[in-house]
């Protein structure tokens, strides 16, 4: 059974930092496209950052650029998100998504999905 949980949302102060954490389990998680996407109240989901199987391409939402940082462990099975310099408009439900096809995951199209995590940026 695949299983995606993110953890390390929470509430942070403006210009503060969070690592975001997703434990892939059920399926080849080195095999996979990963992908990190978020979702606020009343907006559609939007995509956030990327990262190929073994970790040397990246790809990253224009607004978050040089603030966030997708990374992945194989042997761990996990994918992070490290974000810096928060803003509010950086508050969501952050959701971790893999794909075994890199044409599909641009076409928004994702095999697994994760429950996610919140992140409140509030002072």
């Known amino acids: 059974q695949v299983h995606l949980v993110e953890s390390g949302g929470g509430l942070v102060q403006p210009g503060g930092s969070l690592r975001l954490s997703c434990a892939a389990s059920g399926f080849t998680f080195s095999a996979y496209w990963m992908y990190w996407l978020r979702q606020a109240p009343g907006k559609e989901r939007g995509f956030v950052a990327t990262?190929?199987?073994?970790?040397?391409?990246?790809y990253y939402e224009e607004s978050v650029k040089g603030r966030v940082t997708i990374s992945r462990d194989n042997a761990k099975n996990t994918v992070y998100l490290q974000m810096n310099n928060l803003k509010a408009e950086d508050t969501a439900v952050y959701h971790c998504?893999?794909?075994?096809?890199?044409?599909?995951?641009?076409?928004?199209?994702?095999?697994?999905w994760g429950q996610g995590t919140q992140v409140t940026v509030s002072s």
């Open positions: 998504a893999a794909t075994s096809s890199a044409m599909a995951g641009r076409a928004g199209q994702y095999d697994y």
């Open positions: 990262l190929n199987w073994g970790g040397g391409t990246s």
